[in-house]
């Protein structure tokens, strides 16, 4: 509802004024907000597991993404400081969430079921997303004329509301592992010492720096297209606002699919072989989508994109679970989430929009994406997907 489709569209056109101006500062606004959890993330996963208290994080990061987004209501035309403030904030606060919340996942479930239980929670979190879509849509009715932009902002607001409401029971039910202190000590000074102990030793771990490089490139080209889809539609393919509340409905709708089917499958026959397949399938998009002439044919190549975006974020976060070793979940998966999820967006994003602001060509910008999901697919192959982390760290 924000980064997708009503705030990117609604920072574009009334608050940056439209035009590739619009795409440089939108592509500008997600890399600093990347660029900046990046930079925490790792320090703050690390400190989380080392204190045992990734759920008081997450709720952090939760709320503070929760207020932000509820305060992007009272954005309006031209206050692009105060738009972007906001939206970078509520961003840190989503993304960088996701680093302790991620790491929950070898707690709640076994290696053999990593594919599936991830699967199931992206689903889950699609089904979400077209919800409150679904319930937003009739606010949109009126697209970005003047007398409708109230109905637009509020909308944000119910973005809020839903995240708010359904993170409720992960906070009460949801459980650390407690560790008790004879003095309590420095939990962010401990965790950067234990950032730095893992850096130092990555060497060790070089099928997990294998995989987070891959990871890295292919996600840049994922994010991007997240990022820039709705903008991509309305500016090349003429789509209306409607046209394009229908178009992210069919994508999360083949997303919760595609989660839902590759989690089983990766379950099958390996994250790292569902990941490949997947990749190849975001460069068979990528390619339509820089020919695509019409709009029936853009909903097509939408729900290929839908299916490969569920699946490639599910079969990542279980290869990374599986190659994660016991006790630094949520350090390892700060720089799965942080160092390499969040700053991969930064490539991406921005230069999707300096293409598009320099040549005044959206097609350009795209097929560009594409050069991320190749070189992802190369590198990947270099990873060992046999061979589990999972024991202790010292090995």
């Excluded at 924000?2 to 890399?31: C, H, N, Q, T």
């Excluded at 790292?272 to 097509?300: G, S």
């Amino acid at each position: 509802m924000i980064v997708a489709v009503g705030y990117s569209l609604y920072f574009k056109e009334i608050v940056a004024g439209g035009s590739g101006r619009g795409d440089f500062l939108w592509g500008l606004a997600v890399s600093i907000s990347m660029l900046l959890t990046a930079i925490i993330a790792p320090v703050l996963g690390a400190a989380a597991d080392f204190s045992s208290r990734r759920k008081r994080f997450l709720f952090g990061f939760t709320l503070a993404s929760i207020i932000c987004t509820a305060l992007l209501f009272f954005v309006e035309a031209h206050d692009v400081l105060w738009g972007m403030i906001l939206f970078i904030i509520a961003n840190i606060g989503f993304e960088g969430g996701l680093v302790f919340y991620d790491a929950f996942l070898p707690n709640i479930t076994t290696e053999r079921s990593y594919g599936r239980v991830s699967g199931y929670g992206f689903a889950m979190g699609y089904i979400g997303s077209l919800t409150t879509l679904l319930v937003a849509m009739p606010l949109y009715a009126g697209g970005f004329e003047e007398a409708n932009l109230l109905n637009v902002r509020y909308s944000f607001l119910i973005a809020a509301g839903v995240f708010f409401i359904f993170s409720v029971p992960l906070f009460l039910f949801l459980r650390d592992h407690k560790i008790h202190f004879e003095q309590k000590p420095s939990y962010i000074r401990a965790g950067i010492e234990r950032v730095k102990d893992t850096v130092t030793h990555l060497k060790n771990y070089k099928n997990v720096a294998r995989f987070l490089l891959a990871f890295f490139i292919y996600n840049d080209g994922i994010l991007t297209v997240i990022s820039f889809a709705s903008l991509f539609a309305t500016q090349t393919l003429k789509f209306t606002l409607q046209e394009v509340l229908v178009l992210f409905a069919v994508v999360q709708a083949s997303a919760i699919i595609g989660s839902i089917i590759f989690g089983v499958i990766s379950d099958k026959i390996g994250p790292k072989r569902t990941i490949a397949i997947n990749l190849i399938l975001w460069m068979v998009v990528v390619a339509a989508a820089y020919f695509v002439e019409t709009k029936e044919m853009f909903y097509i190549i939408a729900s290929i994109a839908g299916s490969s975006m569920g699946a490639s974020q599910a079969s990542s976060r279980s290869l990374m679970a599986q190659l994660t070793p016991k006790h630094h979940e949520a350090e390892f998966f700060g720089f799965y989430d942080g160092l390499c999820g969040k700053a991969s967006a930064v490539v991406g994003t921005f230069l999707f929009g300096l293409i598009s602001y320099i040549t005044g060509d959206q097609r350009l910008a795209v097929l560009s994406v594409g050069l991320f999901f190749a070189i992802g697919f190369i590198l990947l192959q270099r990873v060992d997907d046999k061979q589990s982390a999972r024991e202790s760290i010292t090995t």
